[in-house]
Nanobody, 119 residues
Framework: QVQLVESGGGLVQPGGSLRLSCAAS????????MGWYRQAPGKQRELVAG???????NYADSVKGRFTISRDNAKNTVNLQMDSLKSEDTAVYYC?????????????WGQGTQVSVSA
């Protein structure tokens, strides 16, 4: 069983920064694609940023140039550095792990961490 535990959420003013971390248990981390998703009230969950097991990254257009995803395979962690935060970034952020060839069969979610951007 794989467990994903997020940390680092909180309240920040517009223009500020936060760093989210996701710690993965189990031995699958190095072979899985990782991602950060978010869900705002009344909206669908959306992909924010992803990173493959090989290190290739992709970002939602809304966060390009502001957010950076990274992974440390030695520590089984994936991080999301969020800069220049906006009120519309307010959401619950979820860490996700997906098998690269069977993403609809083998996938895991963290419990989520709240990010609130407000003056």
């Amino acid at each position: 069983q794989v467990q994903l535990v997020e940390s680092g959420g909180g309240l920040v003013q517009p223009g500020g920064s936060l760093r989210l971390s996701c710690a993965a248990s189990g031995s699958i981390f190095n072979n899985y694609n990782m991602g950060w998703y978010r869900q705002a009230p009344g909206k669908q969950r959306e992909l924010v940023a992803g990173i493959t097991f090989g290190g290739t990254t992709n970002y939602a257009d809304s966060v390009k140039g502001r957010f950076t995803i990274s992974r440390d395979n030695a520590k089984n962690t994936v991080n999301l550095q969020m800069d220049s935060l906006k009120s519309e970034d307010t959401a619950v952020y979820y860490c996700n792990a997906k098998h690269p060839r069977l993403p609809n069969v083998y996938y895991y979610w963290g419990q989520g961490t709240q990010v609130s951007v407000s003056a």
